[in-house]
């Protein structure tokens, strides 16, 4: 048991981290590639303290739910006034659901701050808001409630209609609503650090949407806490919405260093991902709130933001140069969210499928707070459900969208967070629509559509966002949820493969899922796949000797190693688990010369001595 | 290809003198919007405005459509119907998008083209030709609603009318629905 523990937490070394530690990531994950050895961990989380106490209302809305209810009466009483005037009725409703964007300098692309602004789109402002195109709501107004939600009532709606019919009326100017000033600046109050691209990009003027991903290393010499990010589009004509993420490995960075244009084009790196279980991002009017001081996520030194923007061609080139402000906390935070996904990467839909279902559900083992959900999927899926069936049989809607825009990606953030027992059953169901009727459909006619991370392909995940009352909690919820996770990411590896076979990045990436999944026959088949693409590589002859160890394969294990070290005679952690392997096999003398080699290789390495110790004490 | 030629020599603007009258950019006299040189055989004509976004995303495809077919005889005109973009804002927005030099451009205040060829949406073309309009509707069926787009065109109505008037068939669909920004909200 003990050479297995070691060899498998020495099995840090392929250059591509795997993804499942995206999906669910405690609080303070390993490095991803360790030099020398590295030995497993006992498995405890560092500590974390929990406030006690349920907060309440952390994030809030414009409105409680009360006022909302208060407001649309309110609004219904003026539409059963005859003949809606701006001033009076049309004016305070702009300003309050639809200004924050429709101002000058705003992201819409009008303002809607005065009369004569106002008038001239008075048939658009009736249609779009019947067809509830704006505001841009995509969740059921009944879901929720969520932080910056402005659903419009349908007798809103209607007031807006009659206004039109009649001709937009201005009514009597003193019963204008005070005017409202829009602060151009950072709506968080200054950052302590702005992190902007080195050079704007030229987004060109013609064709489709453009999703394109930049780098943006993050200047700062330690470790900070951040408690608030704010994305500034830079162009908010053309920049529709951007995806943000942290890698803390240089993978992102060469792929924008590959391209000669500012960014690169293709899928954001498995490596980066969501901070300790903090969602980012950014869709037009919306800011995420600053997060409370022992929420914050930690940011290592030589981290890049990742930030994918989808851009919309306006008819001219437009130079985009988006900046992100971040704000940090002085203190560590004591609580870390579990980032939860639902969703299946066995999507596969035949060409013309008008209808197609995937489903998933997960148990939850612990009692948890649901913060925030970000439903995920391209351009074939129509509508968008998470659910939660406690265990007494009720249910609670996470988010019910019955018309999916991909172009409309929420963060839906609780304005009180849900609080699920242990019990709770968490599912989602994605209907998809892959026929020549679905104007969106990225293929004309319709082609197969499976799984993958470019927009052509599809999707189809609902991210959770939970907080556990306790670090043992959080600890249960992450044993329970990694295999699940781990096991759907299997799936989508062996999609791509079958796109990329001889990509050896994604065979060894699936190869330590599999071992983390206790399947070591697969693992082993990709490590072979992998050592096979790249015969120079010393790094893929020992992955394929530590699986085959997994597998009780020693004798092919000590192979793969001898190979290995033929190589790169210098790797100390081919030695080590070649020296493990000869242990198990009884030939205890090779194997102290081989952990002498170790020794000799990393004078400073204690676990090294203990190892060769153990060796030496066996011969007496 | 005699019998083509036939056909092509048919076509022709065929220009009544018309009551309609429209703004030239430079300030000068109101002009006959159907008013064209000799050897014109039809006038697109566009109905755009500076800051409707789905108009402007046609420019590139706009241009393409008027090199396409200024060399067989076809003459576009931008047409501004919103009467608070002044001459100064068109020249603006014309070089913003390209189309200084490449396209003419009329301003419609007092919407007499709009009313005369039943544009109803910026953006919308209609195509004159045979004296009569030939062709009314949207560019492409790329915008299907507000908020749901093709990723691209799959029928180009806008080159299928100006190709079959060159080519003296009829017009496959004579008028289409465009979808976009209201020209009615320009009169208020």
């Known amino acids: 048991m003990r050479i297995i523990a070691t060899v498998v937490a020495a099995l840090l070394i392929p250059s591509q981290a795997p993804s499942v530690a995206q999906a669910f990531r405690p609080a303070h994950p390993a490095a991803g590639s360790p030099e020398g050895l590295r030995y497993r961990e006992s498995g405890t989380p560092e500590g974390r303290y929990r406030a006690s106490g349920s907060p309440e209302g952390r994030y809030r809305a414009s409105g409680s739910p009360e006022a909302l209810r208060r407001e649309s009466e309110t609004f219904s009483a003026r539409s059963a006034v005859a003949s809606p005037t701006y001033a009076r009725d049309v004016a305070p409703l702009i300003q309050e659901r639809c200004a924050m964007c429709h101002h000058d300098g705003g992201s819409a692309p009008f303002g809607l701050t005065s009369y004569s602004e106002t008038k001239r789109h008075a048939a658009q402002i009736a249609v779009v808001t019947r067809k509830r195109f704006m505001p841009p709501w995509k969740a059921d107004p009944g879901d929720g409630p969520f932080a910056g939600q402005h659903p419009l009532s349908e007798a809103e709606i209607h007031l807006l209609q009659a206004w039109a019919d009649d001709g937009a009326p ?30 704007a990009y030229t987004l060109p003027p013609d064709g489709t949407d453009v999703f394109r991903i930049f780098a943006m290393p993050i ?17 908010a004509r053309v920049v529709h919405h951007a995806n943000i993420r942290v890698d803390p490995t240089p993978a992102s960075r060469k792929l924008d260093d590959a391209d000669p244009e500012p960014g690169y084009d293709g899928v954001i790196a498995r490596s980066a991902d969501y901070p300790d279980g903090h969602f980012l991002g950014w869709t037009p009017g919306q800011v995420s709130p600053l997060l409370p001081t022992d929420l914050s996520w930690r940011l290592e030194k030589n981290t890049d933001l990742v930030v994918e923007l989808h851009m919309q061609p306006s008819g001219k080139p437009e130079r985009v140069a988006p900046a992100v402000g971040l704000y940090f906390s002085d203190v560590p935070p004591t609580r870390t969210p579990a980032m939860l996904r639902l969703g299946r990467q066995s999507i596969d839909i035949a060409a013309g499928e008008p209808h197609y279902t995937i489903t998933d559900a997960f148990t939850l083992p612990v009692d948890v707070e649901v913060e925030a959900v970000q439903p995920h999927a391209h351009y074939r899926a129509r509508d968008v459900r998470g659910l939660a069936t406690l265990p007494d049989g009720s249910t609670r809607r996470l988010i019910d969208i019955a018309d999916w825009d991909f172009r409309w990606q929420h963060v839906y953030r609780f304005v009180t967070p849900l609080t699920l027992p242990k019990g709770t059953t968490l599912s989602m169901q994605y209907t998809y629509d892959n026929s020549p009727a679905n104007a969106r459909n990225p293929q004309q006619p319709p082609a197969r559509a499976r799984w993958g991370q470019r927009s052509s392909d599809e999707m189809g995940d609902l991210w959770i966002q939970v907080l556990t009352r306790t670090d043992a909690d959080l600890e249960a919820l992450s044993r329970a949820f990694r295999p699940k996770v781990a096991a759907e990411d299997v799936i989508g590896y062996e999609v791509e493969i079958e796109k990329h076979p001889d990509d050896a990045g994604l065979h060894d990436s ?13 693992a082993i088949a990709h490590f072979d796949r992998s050592a096979a693409l790249k015969p120079q590589s010393p790094q893929a002859h020992y ?16 192979a793969a190693f001898r190979e290995a070290l033929r190589l790169d005679p210098s790797y100390a952690n081919a030695h080590n688990n070649l020296a493990n392997v000869l242990l198990a096999q009884g030939r205890t003398d090779e194997a102290i010369q081989e952990f002498r080699e170790v020794v000799r290789l990393q004078p400073d390495s204690d676990a090294a001595r203990k190892n060769l110790a153990a060796a030496l004490q066996r011969i007496k | 290809m005699g019998r083509v030629l036939a056909l092509i020599a048919a076509v022709a603007l065929a220009q ?11 300030g000068s006299s109101l002009v006959d919007p159907f008013a064209a040189p000799a050897n014109v055989k039809a006038i697109v004509f566009l109905f755009t405005s500076t800051d409707c976004p789905i108009s402007n995303r046609y420019a590139p495809e706009l241009r393409r459509l008027n090199s396409l077919f200024v060399p067989q005889g076809v003459l576009f005109r931008l047409v501004y119907p ?13 070089a913003a998008f390209s189309y200084a030099g490449a396209l003419q451009a009329l301003r419609d205040p007092e919407h007499a083209l709009v009313k005369a060829v ?3 949406i910026t953006p919308e073309a209609a195509v004159y030709a045979n004296g009569r309009v030939r062709y009314r509707g949207r560019v492409d069926n790329r915008f299907v609603d507000f908020g749901v787009d093709r990723p691209a065109a799959t029928e180009h109505d806008l080159h299928d009318a100006i190709a079959a008037i060159l080519a003296g068939r009829p017009v496959p669909h004579p008028e289409t629905q465009p979808v976009g920004c209201y020209i009615a909200d320009f009169a208020r």
């Open chain 2, 118 to 120: 039943g544009a109803t």
């Open chain 1, 170 to 199: 201005e009514g009597d100017p003193h019963d204008l609503p005070p005017p409202r000033v829009w602060s151009e600046g950072w709506q968080l109050g200054t950052p302590d650090l702005v992190v902007t691209l080195p050079q």
């Open chain 1, 543 to 558: 992955n394929l000797g530590t699986a085959l160890i997994g597998a009780r394969r020693l004798d092919e294990a000590a």
């Open chain 2, 16 to 26: 009544a003198s018309s009551p309609v009258r429209v703004q030239p950019l430079d």
């Open chain 1, 510 to 522: 699936v190869a330590m899922l599999y071992l983390e999944l206790g399947r070591p026959q697969p």
């Open chain 2, 82 to 94: 919103n009467p608070a973009e002044d001459a100064t804002a068109i020249r603006q927005h014309m």
């Open chain 1, 219 to 235: 200047p700062t010499d330690r470790l900070r806490y951040v408690r608030g990010l704010e994305f500034r589009p830079g162009n």
